[in-house]
């Protein structure tokens, strides 16, 4: 089977970037069971939308039920599942077992996908869910290209999806008890808080006029000493694909339009045309912390990033394209820009890196503008290529 290109969703729009820039599925959260609880996340009316759509578009949507459920949990999920199952969703992705056995009883065609969250690091792991009715199962990100091969042989008939690109946990396969320890907020029920995301400070047990803390240093490197690097196996994908994975998956429901629409347009160039030095490139240009391949090449302690929490990429995010017509784009403000601004297209199309320089700019009002300031408003400018509405603009630094 064709590898399939995987990308998050957590709104409505960003399901069309998503399928817009290359995504041959999307996996997307309810309101409820969803470990992204902070996204905007779908309404019941929203899934069955976005089915319809991916449907309309030869695409795939997976919805996440992958909370670690209590005995309240399961009525609920009963009928949540029979919906999936009655507006068609082309699966469903669990980290528990009660939750799928709950799936199996109240949805018997809906397929189900075993979440990263439930540890999957062995072909045993791998055969025990198979054979307890799943299609699919999301390979834990500790894993070598030797043991997904591995687990490939030992268990054939089963789709082995693995992440490829985004933000890394610094749990065990995500599996974290410092959000809801600091902040009352327990990620394996959807609230995380990216607790080690924070810098932290080392308090000492006797008082001291500063308070009693101590700055912590690592090396000389800084202080954010639980803060993984980003995944980025872009140049690895062909031996992801040799070793046995049908689905690269990338992370991010939480991110923005723009990051989804950079992250997924490069790597469906990549898997079309083959790794390059545009793509590579092209994942310096959203913000994203320093990048690492993980445990995919073998035993790696160089995960941590320690310097600061995330880098902003080397543009800035202008405007979406709405329309474009007789030389004349219509755009939707995301960045300030003004007239003389050379800006830079973000599309899957052959317009996809060309530059222009922004000559006038007329505000929805009519007026002729030269600071384009106002958030969200739609700017009337010239552009010389013939852009589509989902397009992207966007400027260097």
Request: glycine share 6%; hydrophobic share 35%.
């Amino acid at each position: 089977m064709k590898v399939e290109l995987l990308a998050p969703a957590g709104s409505f729009s960003k399901l069309k970037t998503a399928f817009y820039f290359g995504a041959d599925a999307a996996y997307i959260g309810g309101k409820d069971f969803s470990l992204r609880s902070f996204a905007d996340n779908f309404t019941r009316d929203e899934l069955a939308a976005a089915v319809k759509y991916a449907h309309a578009s030869g695409k795939k949507v997976y919805v996440t039920a992958n909370i670690f459920a209590k005995n309240a949990d399961m009525p609920l999920l009963e009928d949540y599942f029979s919906y999936l199952q009655y507006i068609e969703a082309d699966a469903a992705i669990v980290s528990d077992a009660g939750v799928l056995y709950a799936a199996k009883k109240s949805a018997p065609s809906l397929h189900l996908h075993i979440s990263t969250q439930a540890n999957l690091t062995n072909k045993y792991a791998v055969k025990f869910w198979s054979e307890q009715g799943a299609a699919r199962v999301i390979l834990a990100r500790e894993l070598s290209l030797d043991e997904i091969a591995e687990i490939h042989s030992f268990v054939p008939e089963t789709e082995l999806e693995t992440f490829v690109h985004g933000a890394m946990c610094i749990s065990y396969s995500g599996r974290c008890l410092l959000s809801d320890y600091l902040a009352h907020r327990p990620s394996n029920r959807g609230e995380c808080v990216q607790a080690c995301r924070w810098n932290y400070s080392i308090q000492k047990s006797d008082p001291s006029p500063d308070g009693g803390k101590l700055e912590i240093q690592e090396d000389g490197r800084g202080t954010y000493i639980l803060n993984s690097k980003d995944l980025n196996m872009s140049a690895h994908l062909a031996k992801l694909e040799k070793a046995g994975v049908c689905s690269f998956k990338i992370e991010g429901r939480m991110k923005s339009e723009y990051y989804l629409a950079t992250v997924i347009n490069a790597y469906r160039r990549c898997m079309d045309d083959g790794f390059s030095a545009q793509v590579e490139r092209e994942l310096l240009t959203a913000a994203h912390r320093d990048y690492t391949t993980a445990y995919a090449l073998g035993e790696n302690r160089d995960t941590v990033n320690y310097c600061d929490s995330q880098t902003k990429g080397d543009c800035d995010y202008i405007a979406n394209v709405l329309s474009c017509n007789d030389g004349v784009a219509t755009v939707e403000m995301r960045g300030r820009f003004a007239v003389g601004d050379r800006l830079e297209v973000l599309s899957p199309s052959e317009n996809f890196g060309k530059c222009f320089t922004v000559e006038y700019a007329y505000a929805s009002t009519g007026e002729q503008v030269n600071d384009c300031k106002l958030v969200q408003e739609k700017y009337k400018i010239n552009c010389p290529y013939a852009l589509c509405a989902g397009d992207i603009l966007r400027r260097r630094k």
